[in-house]
Nanobody, 115 residues
């Protein structure tokens, strides 16, 4: 089993920055694709960014140039640096680990951007 614990969410003004962290338990992390998803009220959960085990990132068009995903395999941690935040970035952000047989989700961390 894998447990994912997110942190770093909060309230920020538009144009500000936040850095989310997600720590994974177990030994699967370094071999796994990691992703950040978000879900705004009344909307479907959407993919924000992903990173391969080797560190190759990909981003949703809506966050390209503003968000950066990274990972530290020695610390079993994935990060999401969010800059120039907009009100439409307000959502619960979830960490995701793609396992060989099943997927794992964190409990989510709230990000609120005030305009």
């Amino acid at each position: 089993q894998v447990q994912l614990v997110e942190s770093g969410g909060g309230l920020v003004q538009a144009g500000g920055s936040l850095r989310l962290s997600c720590v994974a338990s177990g030994s699967m992390f370094s071999r796994s694709i990691m992703r950040w998803y978000r879900q705004a009220p009344g909307k479907q959960r959407e993919l924000v960014a992903g990173i391969s085990s080797g560190g190759t990132p990909n981003y949703a068009d809506s966050v390209k140039g503003r968000f950066t995903i990274s990972r530290d395999n020695a610390k079993n941690t994935v990060f999401l640096q969010m800059n120039n935040l907009k009100s439409e970035d307000t959502a619960v952000y979830y960490c995701y680990l793609r396992g060989p047989l099943t997927d794992f989700w964190g409990q989510g961390t709230q990000v609120t951007v005030s305009s």
